[in-house]
């Protein structure tokens, strides 16, 4: 099932619900992340699917799905706690790893035992450290509790943008399949310019689907473990401009030789069904 908050943040579920349903087409209204809403009145309009989005995240129908409130909030009655304590448990994990790290420096043996005693898994007390502190180290790095929350309605309006568009491309090929079938496709005007037009639309649904991703993911590189904000990288500056631009020379490659062959392709034209009915009984006469 996917992680908490983009699994909020994807339906802009505010407030959390049992038997939560999936709202298909809707319009969020703009609240600033620090106010908390009732789930009714952050749509302007929503028409929902009902109980679907507790199928799809934890296989019930029926099971309760929290919201952006409760993640952030906290929620007793369910067992959620909030932000800020995840962010108090991960200073506390931060804390350990350098009192560890001075240990080592400074060749304290009795310290590094004892800080390993707490990360062992196979020691009570380093199990119940893991489980609890170590298991909301990222949260140690944010600074305000709405940290974890990402954009929203980019990553709203981006999901149903993708799965619209595949919808579209799903009807869209079904069509094709079946002028095919009856060798009528090349006479379907109207089909070849929707076929045409369609192109850009496979780019937008891609991109759409990695708005979904990588902002529906924020603030996380490792969910709950490494926020992006602590994400430093030790590659060089020369070695990330050096492969950017052998991608841009790849596939630009790559995009002139499918300009190529499609243009070379349009040019030829569509075989005419008479020919292809000849080329048949040709190759019958032959045998």
Partial sequence: RPPPMPGAALPALSAGRPAGGLGGVG??????????TSDD?????RIEIPKM????????????????????????????????QR???????LEALEGYREARRTGDEQEQARFEKLFDPDDPVGKAFIEKQFASIGY?????PTDVVPNVPTVFYSFRVMVAL???????????????YRRTLAGKRWMLYAMLWSIPLAYLASVSGWIVAEVGRQPWTIQD???TVASVSR?????????FFLFVVLFTTLLIAELMIMTRQIRIGPEPPDAHAAQERTSIDNQ
């Fill in 27 to 36: 319009a969020p209204r703009p609240v600033d992340r620090t106010v908390r």
């Fill in 41 to 45: 009145s952050a749509f302007a309009f």
């Fill in 53 to 84: 989005l507790s199928l799809m995240a934890f296989r019930d129908a029926n099971a309760f799905v929290p919201g952006i409130n409760d993640l952030v909030y906290g929620n007793e009655k369910y067992g959620i706690p909030s932000t800020e």
């Fill in 87 to 93: 962010m108090e448990l991960g200073r506390e994990a």
């Fill in 140 to 144: 140690g790095f944010l600074k305000e």
């Fill in 166 to 180: 595949g919808g579209y491309f799903i009807l869209l090929f079904a069509a094709i399949l079946f002028f095919c």
């Fill in 225 to 227: 473990l490494l926020p």
């Fill in 235 to 243: 590659i060089n500056t020369g070695s990330l401009i050096t492969a």
